[in-house]
RNA sequence: GCCCUCGUAGCUCAGUGGAUAGAGCACAGGUCUCCUAAACCUGGUGUCGAAGGUUCGAUUCCUUCCGGGGGCACCA
């Protein structure tokens, strides 16, 4: 017997070769349908295990599914199942239940043991290996991170840290938008500020930023510059919008490099370390012209007018985005000759695939939806036409509340609830935790007041406390780690066994957790698994007179603790060795 | 009008083809001379928004409708 058996997938494999060897028989394609499940019975009538397989093949074997299951339990067990399974039975409509024995249990924690911290690491097989780019976050530099977007920060990451775990190579990319009009109006607020803070008339724009952080990093420029641009905004009698191309520029750089430094911060702050910071202004810089774009932005209108994609219609140039399922044409340049945020973004994915990732997934906000549509058919224009190989995630919004009401956020009133905000309200753990709590495409409700006033009871707690006994209880026990070599045969009792099958899924929790880009699902799980200890715990003295059951338990402990600690991690929580 | 998304217990939500649909919160009661009581145990509710369809089987997939949210610029 096989080291395989002891873990679901190697359990699903064998069951799967034995079915094989039936349809092959009765003349049937021989491989079994994938949908063809092995999965941790819900009831204890139903046995450890159950498998959907009779039921899925039935129709191609040609035989009524509880008599292929029967045939296919019979099998098993004579064979593969013989030395780990106690019995299987037909139930239902033809599930295959399967009741397995304490040898596979003591089986199933040596090889948690021996595994430790890499349990479920790398379960992808190598041919589905992907080297991805996650871009996410992406703030304008023109104002500081809100709560909306630490979920945003939150998901991403974990999805990345999910994503690297199963097998990935994982890039984290920032886009950073200091190309347009709204940098441009950040600029004059901050020449505005800059100004007033030398006793100058000046007045930020109509549609400038009136954020209070604008006037703290004022007082940062007057540190750093002095007097600088006094004479600029003198000679343009204090109206911002009259400074020289020159000095707004200047002023630009300088904003969009201290807010990003901000960025930074703030995310170190939460775990989060991006790979990549990528500006769009570079994007216009370099290499050939073409249609008077330089940079990463010429080469995308090249590539498209190789395609013939490209035409002009009063005065502006415009994608045909339409041939690719988009319901209008799209403008790149507009008449005045400046690019249009479309064009950047087509010339910044162009950039990516250049760089050499196979797969390319964007977080974006539900605000961003209506984009969606346009951006796959700029990606499917662009060579090498792959559209499937870029994946957009649209997570939907933060709704801020109030005491119950809803609370509008704007960042051009400066009305903000900052990352920086949440961290100190209620701590990075729990902030994060909550954050990944729910799907990405449920609309999350966030009362910061209820949640100061709940954070005692925040889930993260209950999941971090499993892990703190745990620690507590190896240190009780006085001695190193057990050693997975020499685990006693001892029996396996009832909460044992369900604190073991939950462990048992934490490999193909997480690779759904990946495959369908859901973070959520490991939340859930820890809580699960959490709960499932906390009984086991209730239940079932771990030190004790009987030093056999002392091995196992505390053996059991170990294995807990690092599947809790590795699920923690992958959704950035730290794991306390106390409480 | 068109597009996206959601609709499951009093509330917040899990559950992307399987058996009797599950957690947390809230409410009531019980459990530490015993490895951390941030824990455990006991109480109970569902026309899974509605109607059709596909299937051995549908909360899940398809169609239509209803309701909430978001989006439909030569703004970013």
Redesign the pocket.
């Known amino acids: 017997m096989t080291d395989e058996l002891y873990d679901l997938n190697g359990l699903a494999a064998s069951v799967c070769a034995v079915l094989t060897e039936i349809l092959e028989e009765s003349g049937a394609a021989a491989t079994p349908a994938p949908?063809v499940?092995l999965a941790v019975?819900?009831?204890s009538?139903?046995?450890d295990l159950?498998t959907?397989a009779a039921?899925?093949c039935?129709?191609r074997a040609g035989r009524p599914?509880r008599e292929l299951a029967q045939a296919l339990g019979e099998r098993w067990l004579a064979g593969p199942g013989a030395a780990i399974c106690e019995r299987v039975e037909v139930?239902?409509?033809?599930?295959l239940?399967l009741f397995l024995g304490d040898a596979w249990y003591r089986g199933a924690l040596r090889r948690l043991l021996a595994e430790g911290a890499n349990y479920g690491r790398g379960s992808l097989p190598w041919s589905e290996r992907r080297s991805v780019n996650v871009e996410f976050v992406s703030v304008?530099p023109t104002g500081p991170l809100h709560v909306g977007h630490a979920r945003y920060a939150a998901f991403g990451d974990a999805l990345c840290r999910i994503l690297a775990f199963v097998g990935h190579e994982v890039t984290r990319e920032f886009y950073v938008?200091d190309?347009?009009?709204?940098?441009l109006r950040f600029a004059q607020s901050l020449a505005a500020r800059y100004g007033q803070r030398l006793g100058l008339e000046a007045q930020v724009p109509q549609d400038g930023y009136m954020g209070e952080y604008l006037i703290e990093l004022a007082d940062r420029l007057v540190d750093e510059v002095g007097e600088r641009y006094r004479g600029d905004l003198v000679a343009a009698g204090g109206d911002p919008a009259r400074l020289s191309a020159g000095v707004l520029a200047e002023l630009r750089e300088w904003g969009r490099d201290a807010m990003l430094a901000q960025f930074r911060a703030s995310l170190d702050r939460l775990g989060i370390v991006f790979d990549a910071w990528t500006s769009?202004s570079a994007l216009y810089v370099g290499g050939e012209q073409h249609r008077g774009f330089a940079g990463e932005a010429g080469r995308a209108l090249a590539d498209l007018d190789r395609e013939g994609l490209l035409f002009e219609?009063?005065?502006?140039v415009w994608l045909r985005t339409t041939s690719f399922g988009d319901?209008k044409d799209?403008?790149l340049v507009?008449?005045?000759g400046?690019?249009?945020?479309?064009l950047?973004d087509i010339a910044y994915h162009r950039d990516k695939l250049d760089r050499g990732f196979a797969h390319l997934i964007d977080i974006w906000g539900?605000?961003?939806?209506?984009?969606?549509?346009r951006m796959k058919a700029a990606f499917a224009a662009l060579p090498p036409h792959q559209p499937e190989r870029l994946e957009l995630l649209?997570g939907?919004?933060v709704n801020l509340m109030e005491s119950g009401r809803a609370r509008r956020m704007s960042k051009r009133r400066g009305d903000i609830v900052t990352v920086d905000d949440l961290i100190e309200a209620i701590g990075v753990d729990a902030a994060r935790f909550l954050l990944v709590?729910?799907?990405h495409?449920?609309?999350?409700?966030l009362d910061i007041d209820l949640a100061v006033e709940q954070s005692?009871?925040n889930?993260v707690?209950?999941v971090q406390?499993a892990h703190?006994?745990i620690?507590?209880?190896i240190?009780?026990l006085g001695s190193a780690d057990p050693d997975s070599s020499e685990l006693p045969d001892v029996a396996v009792g009832a909460y044992e066994r369900s604190l073991l099958r939950a462990l048992a899924r934490f490999p193909e929790v997480v690779l759904?957790a990946a495959a369908?880009r859901?973070p959520?699902?490991v939340h859930?799980y820890l809580?699960?698994l959490?709960?499932e200890f906390?009984?086991f715990?209730?239940?079932?003295?771990?030190?004790?007179d009987d030093p056999a059951s002392t091995a196992f338990r505390s053996a059991l402990c170990v294995a807990t603790r690092a599947t809790l600690a590795g699920g923690l991690a992958l959704l950035g929580v730290s794991a306390?060795?106390?409480?």
């Open positions: 949908a499940e019975s819900r009831r009538q139903h046995g159950t959907n039921m899925v039935a129709k599914p139930a239902g409509p033809g599930f239940n304008n938008n190309h347009g009009t709204q940098m769009e219609h009063e005065g502006a319901d799209r403008v507009r008449s005045s400046e690019a249009t945020y479309f950047s539900a605000d961003h939806h209506g984009y969606v549509l649209i939907q919004l709590g729910r799907s495409d449920t609309v999350l409700d005692n009871q889930p707690y209950y406390y703190a006994r620690c507590s209880i240190r009780n759904s369908l859901a959520h699902r859930a809580s699960e959490a709960a906390h009984v715990y209730r239940n079932c003295r771990v030190l004790s306390p060795e106390a409480m």
